[in-house]
């Protein structure tokens, strides 16, 4: 319930942000925007008030957090050494995060994912990979 | 009309094939993957298809789609935990045989009925699917808008908690899809100064992020380690014998049509089909009291009629673009992505396409059914991976596969934000499947009512109501608000259990 309320809040008080920015487009543009901003408002009015027994979830609190965190630190890293040498850092790290102690999978796992990776996107869909900073 | 020539040669084209056993042996070890989802799976190997032609390319994500629906049932019978909700109803007999010794029978009878509810309802797609699609002409501006809203609130109104949060979905995902500059007028919206968000936000990260990066965060939050007790297969052949196949004939035969009916119902998806299939099945038994210790007819009924959906649920959305569940919304994203408008024009302009796609899901249930049958004993072992190694592989994929499409790093930022906001959406009752929608109809949505209202000079209600189409979908709007009620009923009626219905299939 708590939670509904929060969410409801917040696509209120992010929905009136949005809605003050439209001020900036010309007329015609603005409106289709508006008429979806002020739908989500009053649909946040009802959630609002919609009292509603929740169950409070068992999941933990920081692990989807900090699973993000490195995810983002993977993407910031790929950008910086390039896609490959990245993922060869981000798969163990996140293997370990996730309770994995056994060296051997996660060595042939991240191999397996690597020849993967570049067997599918680089010889069959000839993607050109990110070119990182350094290399 | 077209040339079936060059449909056969677009079938026996290397491309193709690969495509197609790779969709459905990668969709059957997505389905049969405890923590991944058949929309999941989809979401992630649509980059993939990006630069394949366009045949090939839906073919591999009908078959992942099949594959994945069928591979539920792997781990729903050996563990008794299915891999997809539509595999729910399987659980309850299949784990009961696999208790009693008798596990690679159950394997053996899913994958026939799968096999057949499947091709059953490729031929129903195959039949009901050209005439349908000409309704799409007599589609104009109007229509289209009213369409567009239909399809957000019959999803929106069955996903998630509650028809609030499911249309705040959708009106969220109409907003998103309004970032970028506005087609009419070219003037940008909620760009914020960003450049790479003059041109919006790009589908497919958006969609990969809601439904695959969300789901490893999910993942990563689960405390337990599920250690699972996988049951064993026993010592039975896993091909069912023409003694058992006699006897279930009429049971997967009505399973099916079960099944393809309600795929054809937008909103509805593999699990009330399943649930459906079991019941009148159990309803026309001689001895129903058997269902739930182990009956092969209660495994047959799911799963035919669960496999039945997919093809039925290609009916609406190649005809229509109406998606009938998460997965099928997933699949128009990536039609779409190939160029592709569901309608008339599919099955003229681009019918040697349309009709590939549609002969191809049926080869595509026969090589599951193939694969199903040779291979159960290795795929036993699919169903052990523990998700501290499959997460990160996804979130490798995720990156790469949102890259991938426009070679953009900051496409892959707007993965992981999605992920972010999708898990935490998810948490709280709002299902990611309305946003989808909402992103891909919009412009389509913005643009009907925009021309719709110039077309009618000031007077909108009475252009609206002028026209039979509109008033038959307004109709419906009005139904499908009504929906979680009768829904409600309607589980009732066939004691479904009412978990959070996640249309996953």
Known sequence: MIRDRIWAVFFIVVGALLYARTYTFIPASAKFPRMLIVGIIILSVFLFINDKKKETSDDAVWPPIITFLISVGYAILVYLISFFPATAVFLPVLMYYMGSRDWKTILLTTVGVEIFIYFVFVMQLEVYMPRGLLF | ?505
């Open chain 2, 1 to 505: 009309m077209f040339d079936f020539t060059d449909v056969f040669l677009e079938l026996i084209g290397l491309q193709t094939i690969l495509a197609l056993f790779g969709g459905v042996v990668g969709g059957i070890i997505i389905g049969a993957l405890p923590g991944l989802s058949a929309t999941m799976g989809v979401a992630l190997l649509i980059p993939l298809t990006f630069t394949m032609k366009p045949a090939p390319a839906l073919i591999m994500l009908a078959g992942i789609y099949a594959g994945a629906v069928y591979g539920g049932s792997i781990s729903a019978i050996l563990i008794h935990t299915p891999g997809t909700p539509a595999s729910a109803a399987t659980a309850i007999d299949g784990y009961q045989m696999t208790k009693k010794g008798l596990g690679a029978k159950a394997l053996g009878i899913s994958t026939v009925s799968s096999g057949i509810g499947g091709l059953i309802s490729g031929l129903a797609l195959l039949l009901i699917a050209p005439p349908l699609s000409r309704i799409s002409l007599m589609f104009g501006p109007a229509e289209y808008f009213l369409l567009a809203v239909f399809g957000l609130t019959i999803i929106g109104s069955l996903v998630g908690d509650s028809i609030i949060k499911g249309l705040m979905s959708g009106l969220i995902g109409l907003l998103i899809g309004a970032v970028g500059v506005d087609v009419m007028t070219g003037y940008p919206r909620f760009t914020f100064g960003l450049i790479p968000l003059e041109s919006g936000i790009n589908l497919i990260p958006a969609l990969i992020g809601l439904f695959s990066m969300s789901q490893v965060l999910t993942l990563s939050a689960q405390k337990k380690a599920q250690q699972v007790e996988v049951g064993s297969l026993g010592n039975v052949r896993v091909t069912p014998s023409l003694e058992d196949m006699k006897r279930l004939w009429v049971t997967i035969l009505r399973s099916s049509g079960i099944g393809v009916f309600v795929g054809m119902l937008p909103g509805a998806g593999g699990d009330i089909a399943s649930w459906v299939g079991y019941n009148e099945a159990r309803r026309f038994s001689k001895n129903p009291r058997k269902f739930g210790t182990g009956a092969p007819e209660g495994v047959a009924a799911s799963e035919a009629a669960n496999n039945a959906v997919t093809g039925g649920a290609l009916i609406p959305l190649l005809t229509l673009g109406i998606p009938g569940s998460s997965t099928t919304a997933v699949l128009l994203g990536g039609i779409m992505i190939q160029g592709l408008i569901p309608g008339r024009e599919l099955f003229t302009k681009h019918a040697d396409v349309t009709y590939t796609l549609m002969i191809g899901f049926l080869f595509a249930n026969i090589i599951m059914m193939v694969v199903g049958l040779a291979a159960a004993r290795y795929l036993v072992m699919v169903t052990k991976v523990p998700s501290k190694y499959l997460a990160p592989v996804i979130v490798s994929l995720c990156v790469i596969g949102s890259y991938a499409i426009n070679l953009s790093l900051f496409d892959v930022g707007v993965m992981l934000v999605f992920g972010l906001f999708g898990y935490y959406m998810l948490k709280s009752g709002f299902h990611p499947a309305p946003v989808v929608l909402g992103i891909i109809l919009g412009p389509m949505a913005e643009k009907g009512l925009r021309t719709a209202l110039q077309l009618s000079q000031g007077a909108p209600i009475a252009y609206f109501l002028s026209k039979p189409i509109s008033v038959v979908l307004i109709i419906l709007i009005a139904l499908s608000l009504l929906s979680p009620i009768l829904m409600n009923k309607l589980k009732k009626s066939q004691d479904i259990p009412d978990t959070a219905s996640d249309l996953d299939s």
